[in-house]
């Protein structure tokens, strides 16, 4: 009989959100992101890090928020898989023969932002999948379930249709990754080293696809130009807030440097200085803290003892400016 502890729960738990993943392989929920990383992905995939239980948790979080949507459609097929030129995808609930329900599980700030562009494309590809299949008009559903509020989800549903431009697109792309055996699809003639989806800035952060360097060599790979001016935009807005914080801080250290020499200078081990609202406390620390006095190093040996001890180092000053 296994004794069931804390830690028994712990471990059993983390075996069970850390379920052995499937294969690298093409998928249609990525058919309308970038074809080459999709490519390096699967065949030159990136060293995985350790395991992350909040993505992981996140989407088990997913998968109970399915089965709570599955629970009020009997007649859906859950995880129905499809393919579009050898490209498989699964759909979250199939009810036959042509509804697509796709559930997504956000929180009530992220709402704003949805419905999400790749998540309208995910759909679109399952759809183009059913109408290769001899479908003719699929219907696609996105259902957005915030876990802090689930009952905002009755106002997020979206329908999602698709044109037959949209199909066409989409059955090319398939078919261009699909027979892409033995090398990438070629770069795509509108993408650069310079913009998304390559390099970046996204929520405010730099980002660099992370086969990057596969498709674009050494170019830009130090700093590509979109992270200047977009940081660069950002750091003018915040011009002004840094000035006042700078002038807040030398105010602050002059006020402790004053306080200081006045200690010293009086021996005083404390000091309080009080306003209306806020006071200052100063302490001398209870041990003294030993430090090289290089002045009396050099009055006692001169400077030629220490001058083996000195390197000269070129400092770089790094300045933004708006050109």
Known sequence: MVKVTVEVLKETIKQALM?????????????KECLRQQWFEVNEPEPEGETNLIELGHFLKGRLFEDWVASAFPEAVRQHEVELHGIKGHIDL???????????????Q?????????????????LAALKSSGIDEPK???????????????????????????????????????????????IPSDYSPEKLPCAGIIFNAPYRCPYFEKCWGEIGTIVPRSWVDGLGAQLAQLDEVIAA????????EEIERRIKEAMREKGLT?????????????????KPREQIDIKALRQDFGDDILRRYVREVYPIFVRWRKK
Request: net charge negative.
């Open 19 to 31: 379920t052995e993943p499937s294969p690298p392989r093409f998928r249609l929920s990525q058919l």
């Open 245 to 252: 914080f700078e002038k807040v801080i030398k105010s602050k």
């Open 270 to 286: 404390e000091l309080v200085i009080s306003g209306d609202q806020f006071e200052i406390v100063a302490q001398m620390a209870d």
């Open 110 to 126: 992220s709402l704003v932002f949805a419905p999400s562009y790749d998540h309208v494309w995910q759909v679109k590809a399952y």
């Open 140 to 186: 696609g559903f996105l259902i957005y379930i915030p876990a802090d509020d689930p009952a905002k989800c009755l106002d997020y549903i979206f329908p999602v249709d698709l044109s037959d431009h949209e199909y066409e697109m989409l059955l090319n792309r398939a078919k261009t990754l699909s027979e892409a055996t033995d090398s990438p699809p070629p």
């Open 94 to 108: 199939f009810i036959s023969p042509d509804v697509v329900i796709e559930v997504k599980t956000t929180t009530t």
